[in-house]
């Protein structure tokens, strides 16, 4: 699959899994609602940097973002999402 296609696929299920619209995280993650969009889409290229931002809205590791599904498992533990994490991302919103 293509990476920008892969890195959208990510980007949105993770966001849908914690709860998030397309608005709260392109604002965590200070980035315009039609970027995000595209991203999500695969239609725009972003940055590394622009990742980060979104691994870092998402409390989740950049490589995450990037690999796929079917790889995920392979990731070391502290790489994969976990109930710490999910957690963390519950009290942060909570808390807001």
């Known amino acids: 699959m293509d990476v920008l296609r892969q890195i959208g696929l990510n980007v949105r299920r993770l966001r849908i899994a ?7 995280l392109a604002f965590e993650a200070e980035i315009a609602l039609n970027y995000l969009s595209g991203i999500e889409r695969g239609k725009r ?11 870092r809205a998402l409390n989740v590791p950049l490589a995450l973002l990037v690999v796929a599904a079917s790889e995920r498992e392979t990731l070391p533990k502290n790489l994969r999402p976990g109930p710490r994490r999910k957690q963390a991302a519950r009290k942060a919103r909570s808390s807001s």
């Open 18 to 24: 914690r709860d998030l619209s397309q608005e709260a």
């Open 45 to 55: 290229n972003p940055s590394i940097l622009i990742v980060n931002r979104l691994a």
